[in-house]
């Protein structure tokens, strides 16, 4: 600690005795680590070299459409009025950045078929929990008292955790065969249940990639108990252009713009989960609502029935503007991205389909689930598999969810991979398939090749090392 380098120079800091209590000054050296500023980005260069990006490769992580980010977008991001403006300036002030956030409402609202778009939240998770309170304001404000929230057995984790989160009971309602909703099960707890029911969360195309064709049924049994339909819009990157979730009969939804949209993601954000509601939600959205007046666009903040805010300022602005872009750029190709997504996913399903065994044979949309039973029976199993994939400069799919199907791998390819990067991928998965033939072992220890050997996932959880210090 006293080698005395240091990448910063204080200078002589002269602090009056009164400025910090006593009580809060420090007696011992702080113990930060004595860097130059050569060795410091040495240091980060390293990490960042040793990170997987879609940049780096192919990224199929089923239900997270990790697809190609264009580098157009952060051009506009950095633009000097959009990056430097203060969010509290005055409307008048920030007319640009208001226009943009308006006019992506109003590009989200054709795409979803929705009557009035928030921009506010953070992420696709922070989207339902605020959404699950406006449909909670309006049972309250309609004077019902519903506190059950119907949930697939397919569904993505964060959906229970939102509708409990915003204090309903969860139940569960049960997958058929066909991977869709079990309408009879539906019936059953609408049966039982009905006026306790405030809504049903789902999400279509399904977690396993496939469309619940029973989706008008099954909105017109919730409707007529008068209840709502939630919809995940985490795969929205298959339907697009195609459908929506108002002429599916939803009423509250979300988009994922880091995920359709195209602004980055993973290693924790920042994203943005907008939500669309139906007329009938309109008054209780987050407040302010951006909005214009035929003049003028303004923040409204006279909302008496809203839910109030659910994030500082109006959202994650800087990634408001890459999806905006994103939109601008597509135009009508955005229903190219949805026809190339579905038919890459189909693609691989059905080059892979005689070698691994695929959850539900039944023609997918813009992802797939194998079912890794049959390599477990020859002494591998999906972890590994998944790992094995990193020698070979490809990140691992999805894996272990849904939770319905067992040693499930979700493949995602998105519509950014060429058809040279499908077929290479399909050779990698059956030469593993091939190497658990020959030497499990081999694949079970795998990754031989990448930065990091396998982990300790339990210690590294538990007990993460994050010292800076080489051992
Ligand atoms: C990604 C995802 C979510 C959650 O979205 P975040 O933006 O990660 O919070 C919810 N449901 C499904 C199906 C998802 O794939």
Redesign the pocket.
């Known amino acids: 600690m006293d080698k005395g380098i240091t990448g910063v120079c204080f200078g002589d800091v002269e602090l009056a005795d009164n400025t910090i209590s006593k009580e809060f000054l420090r007696n011992e050296n702080i113990g930060l680590p004595q860097m130059s500023e050569l060795e410091v980005l040495r240091h980060y260069k390293e990490m960042s070299d040793k990170n997987f990006c879609v940049e780096t490769g192919m990224y199929p992580l089923g239900?997270?459409?990790m697809k190609y980010n264009p580098k157009v977008n952060e051009l506009m991001a950095s633009l000097e009025g959009f990056a430097n403006l203060h969010p509290l300036a005055s409307d008048e002030d920030s007319q640009g950045a208001l226009e943009l956030m308006y006019k992506l409402q109003e590009a989200l609202k054709v795409l979803t078929g929705m009557d009035a778009i928030t921009l506010q939240p953070a992420?696709?998770?922070?989207?339902?929990f605020s959404g699950m309170l406006v449909i909670k304001k309006y049972f309250e404000v309609k004077g019902e008292n519903r506190t059950k929230v119907i949930v697939p057995d397919s569904?993505?984790g964060?959906?229970p955790a939102s509708a409990s989160m915003a204090g309903f009971e969860i139940i569960e309602v049960k997958s058929d065969d066909r991977g869709q909703v079990d309408i009879n099960d539906l019936k059953l707890l609408l049966e039982n249940q009905g006026s306790d029911i405030a809504a049903i969360m789902m999400?279509n195309p399904n977690?396993v990639g496939i469309f619940e064709e029973q989706v008008l049924e099954i909105s017109k049994l919730m409707h007529e108990n008068g209840s709502l339909l939630y919809y995940?819009g985490?795969?929205l990157n298959a339907i697009m252009g195609y459908s929506n979730p108002a002429i599916m009969g939803f009423d509250v939804c979300?988009i994922?713009l880091?995920?359709t949209f195209s602004t980055p993601?993973g290693g924790g954000?920042p994203?943005a989960?907008p939500i669309g509601v139906v007329e009938k939600l309109k008054d209780y959205l987050p407040k302010p609502t951006i909005e214009f007046d035929g003049e003028k666009y303004y923040r409204n903040y006279d909302l008496p029935n809203s839910i109030g805010k659910v994030r500082s300022f109006y959202g994650n602005f800087g990634v408001l503007v890459r999806a905006y872009t994103y939109i601008l750029m597509m135009g009508k190709d955005l229903k190219h991205a949805t026809e190339d997504a579905v038919l890459n996913a189909n693609y691989l399903m059905n080059k892979l389909k005689d070698v691994y065994d695929m959850a539900y044979n039944e023609k997918c949309m813009h992802e797939f689930v194998i079912c890794g039973e049959k390599q477990k029976e020859q002494g591998s199993s999906t972890l590994h598999i998944a790992k094995r994939l990193m020698d070979y400069k490809i990140h691992p799919p999805t894996v272990y969810f849904p939770l319905i199907v067992h040693e499930a791998i979700m493949v995602e390819p998105t519509e950014s991979e060429s058809k040279e990067r499908l077929d290479n991928f399909v050779e990698v998965m059956l030469k593993i398939a091939e190497e658990i033939k020959q030497n499990p072992e081999m694949v079970n220890s795998a990754p031989h090749n990448a930065p990091i050997k396998k982990v300790d996932e339990t210690l590294a959880a538990r007990k993460p090392d994050l010292n800076y210090a080489k051992k």
């Open positions: 239900s997270c459409t992420a696709g998770a922070h989207g339902e569904a993505h964060t959906n999400t977690t995940d985490a795969n979300h994922n880091h995920k993601h954000g994203g989960g």
